[in-house]
């Protein structure tokens, strides 16, 4: 009489392959959509009081003073301009590689406002492309979501003429020739489209 031993434990790999098989995938799968890109951002070259500001500040976005319920959004303002203003040029221009449509903004809006700045068309240029995240502003119990170029030509620089006009006293000039501004304005128009 002969025993089928040896036929069994190929039947039961036959078996567990495709189970496992299968559980692997699963796991791999319910990982990897946890999986956040600001992860495996590169820090190097920037300060650690900057990064630990800027994780502070990535998910608050951005308020026009009053925030939900009446609260004074005043701290989360201050956040962002020590960083605009504290940060170095290198380290501004890091924050527009972060996965974050805030701390995007936050990089563009500070070196739009370095006098010393002389890439501003180029910058402006690379938010109308940048669509991947949004900045989400509030003021009051109001909030719109809008693309980073949105926010920085109608909401910081002022200059979309398709927008309601600003009081003149609200209005600053960070250094672009009106010739500039109309270029910003019919590739921004160009882009919505």
């Not at 701390?103 to 010393?116: H, M, N, P, T």
């Not at 920085?152 to 620089?157: A, D, G, K, V, Y």
């Not at 000039?173 to 010739?179: F, K, T, V």
Request: charged share 25%; net charge positive; hydrophobic share 35%.
């Amino acid at each position: 009489m002969m025993k089928r031993r040896n036929h069994n434990k190929r039947n039961r790999f036959s078996i567990l392959f495709p189970i496992l098989t299968i559980l692997g995938i699963g796991i791999v799968v319910v990982l990897s959509s946890f999986y956040e890109k600001s992860w495996s951002h590169n820090w190097n070259n920037v300060s650690k009081s900057i990064k630990d500001s800027v994780l502070v500040a990535k998910n608050t976005g951005y308020t026009g003073g009053v925030g939900p319920n009446g609260r004074s959004m005043e701290k989360f303002a201050k956040t962002r301009l020590w960083i605009m203003n504290n940060a170095s040029e290198n380290e501004l221009l890091n924050l527009i590689k972060y996965p974050n449509g805030t701390v995007k903004a936050i990089g563009y809006e500070g070196l739009l406002r370095r006098s010393d700045y002389s890439k501003k068309l180029d910058l402006i240029s690379k938010s109308i492309n940048d669509k991947e995240y949004k900045v989400y502003y509030s003021a009051g119990c109001e909030e719109i979501e809008l693309e980073i170029s949105q926010y920085l030509i109608q909401w910081f620089l002022k200059i979309d003429n398709q927008m309601p006009p600003f009081r003149p006293e609200l209005i600053v000039d960070y250094g672009l020739s009106e010739s500039e501004k109309e270029k910003i304005l019919t590739e921004f128009h160009n882009g919505k489209k």
